[in-house]
């Protein structure tokens, strides 16, 4: 398959998945998320590969999540809200190898669901971790809130979601949403080191222990999912519809004037 919105690569025995959408920041749009998908899966079910690397094109952003561009009610793809984002999340929770998150820059909305996902979280010093749901009219209503609690915290989770703050590469790390924090010049070096020791493993052995980890968190899969029923119906409301308009339109939002 040839891919438009990602870059894929595959360089001793690690793949590399990139999204290559710098225009708007690594935005994902339906087809984005559609060839994601599809190489998740083929790396993640090739015997040679034995880790994979999701991380975004340039130096501005890992990814910043639903790309509002392509955003008008519902999204431009297949799936409950106009994305097949389930289906990714699934992959990346499914496949029987550990994924990588090399975080660059802004890991936000979506993009931080992403990067909360993945196995383990590799950070430049210049990274960028937050939610902006509440802000823009939108909400994860599974990993991404769900599943971020069991990660950072319940309290720390809330704070996330409900303030919209941005919290820097160390923050992120005091808080255990990645993992290390290198200099930036670093980064890749660091990545291919994970990676290499990776390969040295027992890939069986790494299977069990990822389907051992993801057992106990299981349910969300099924809080998400009834959960993006309500999401696609509620961005078909007026007050959903105000923060994509409003970051489109660059001004603060008003919410509270569509209340029902
Ligand atoms: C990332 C930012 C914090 C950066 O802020 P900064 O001030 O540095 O830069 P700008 O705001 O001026 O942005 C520069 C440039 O990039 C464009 N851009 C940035 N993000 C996006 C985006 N997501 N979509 C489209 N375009 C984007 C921006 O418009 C500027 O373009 P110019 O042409 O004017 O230069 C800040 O940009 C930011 O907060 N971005 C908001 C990101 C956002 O709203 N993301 C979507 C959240 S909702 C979501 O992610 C989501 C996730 C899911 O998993 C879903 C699943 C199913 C359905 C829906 C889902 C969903 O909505």
Known sequence: MSYTDIVYEEREQIAYIAINRPEVMNAFRGQTVEEMIQAMTKAGWDKNIAAIVLTGTGDRAFCTGGDQSAHSGQYDGRGTAGLPIEELHSAIRDVPKPVIARVQGYAIGGGNVLATLCDMTIASEKAVFGQVGPKVGSVDPGWGTAYLAHVVGEKKAREIWYMCRRYNAQEALAMGLCNVVVPHDQLDAEVTKWGRELVEKSPTAIAIAKRSFNASTEHI??????????????????????????????????FRKWVK
């Open 221 to 254: 899969r099924g809080i998400g999912s009834l959960g993006m029923q309500a999401l696609s119906l509620y961005y078909n409301t007026d007050e959903s519809k105000e923060g994509v308009r409003a970051f489109l339109e660059k001004r603060k939002p008003d």
